[in-house]
């Protein structure tokens, strides 16, 4: 994952399932994610379906 704006690599995930994509956003800690405007990704339904169920959060 990384930040558009700078192109700063924030993360690297081992894999592409769902279970890698919280600890990124634990690690942001609430007030990053609060901070988060918007969010690209590819057509991986599975990681769409957890950012999107888990966007109230961020």
């Not at 930040?3 to 399932?17: E, M, N, Q, Y």
């Not at 800690?29 to 950012?51: F, H, K, P």
């Amino acid at each position: 994952m990384l930040d558009a704006d700078t192109r700063r690599v924030l993360h690297i995930a081992k894999d592409r399932t769902c279970a890698a994509i919280p600890p990124f956003f634990g690690a942001l800690g609430e007030a990053s994610c609060r901070r988060i405007q918007v969010i690209s990704m590819d057509m991986n339904t599975a990681g769409a379906a957890l950012v999107s169920s888990s966007s109230h959060r961020l």
